[in-house]
């Protein structure tokens, strides 16, 4: 796998997602600044990646705060939290990121401020691992609905790019690869940006796993010949009914789906579902800058000057077309989302198998 992110001499290093496939460019973020503009200009992008850049953010702008009080200490990263946030508002993980850094500052209030320092670090790093043995985990829970012979589409890039590694909708594909399963995959090239273009089909290509680049819209022309078996895509944030918010385009690969009676799973970490949003037409939807759909690379244009332009990022598929939602602690049905929000839930009643 390549290295998404990574904390080194002080520095938060990021690969510059926005060159890929033709240059494999690392970029050195020497304060928070420069992480939150890395966010916002998908150098990183994906939700548990960016959720690890929010850490690592928090934890180098920490390192140059001269308060040598607790309360100065943490007063001075309310605005590193408030910029990070601010940066893309759909994925749930920014702010998973910050919540976990507060109560990690909160447990620790009375350590000393160089010693909280570098505890942010370690806590950084910590999120880092634990989100790639994560993905794993929704990759075994996830490779039993790949079989021989299989055919499966997915939806811009939910790979280890999108994540510490391993990725969430390409873990189940690698894990399946692993268990020496023969199938192969559909990348739809996922306009405007292009991550299935660029990103996914590159990714499974590293990884060796037999790949085909389609145009957005030709999925459900490939549904209706019967050249589709099963659907796996990511997911930015995913609310407490089982609606998913994910890449702009997936609501249409989902109701193509439930028409040609194929499942759709959803592959999502715990930490990118929100219980305290109860349906998805609460959940925020980032729109992002015309130049992004009438130029190619910001550079070549395709539109004519002047055209209005809406470019949503994202879009919400309903609980109902949602075959399963895959976590790290299961598989489950999307109305059984209510039940892993509350304390000690039965995992093993409510978890799918096949």
Known sequence: MVKTIEWKDNKVIMLDQSRLPIDVAYIECKDYLMVAEGIRKLWIRGAPAIGIATAMGIALAAQEISATDFEGFTKGLDPVFNTLIATRP????????????RKFLDAGKDEPIAGLKALLI???ERILAEDIEINMAIGRWGAQFIHD???VLTHCNAGSLATGGYGTATAPMLIAKEQGKKFQVIADE????LQGARLTSWELMQAGIPVTL????????????GEINLAIVGT?????????????GTYTVAVLCKEHGIPFYVAAPMSSIDFSIPTGNLIPIEEREPREVTHIF?????????????????DV???????????ENGAFKPENLKELSRPDPDLEKLRIRV
Not at 318 to 327: E, G, K, L, W
């Open 236 to 248: 930015d944030r995913t609310v407490l009914n089982g609606d998913v918010a994910n890449k702009i």
């Open 214 to 225: 389609i145009t957005d819209n030709t999925a459900g022309a490939l549904m209706q010949k």
């Open 149 to 151: 012979g299989d055919t």
């Open 90 to 101: 759909t994925a749930v993980n920014i702010q998973w990121a910050v919540d976990r850094i």
């Open 190 to 193: 996922t306009r405007p940006v």
């Open 122 to 124: 370690e806590e950084a």
């Open 317 to 327: 598929t309903p609980a109902r077309y949602v075959t399963a939602i895959i976590t």
């Open 298 to 314: 910001g550079t070549c244009r395709i539109a004519p000057e002047g055209v209005k332009v809406r470019n949503l990022a994202f």
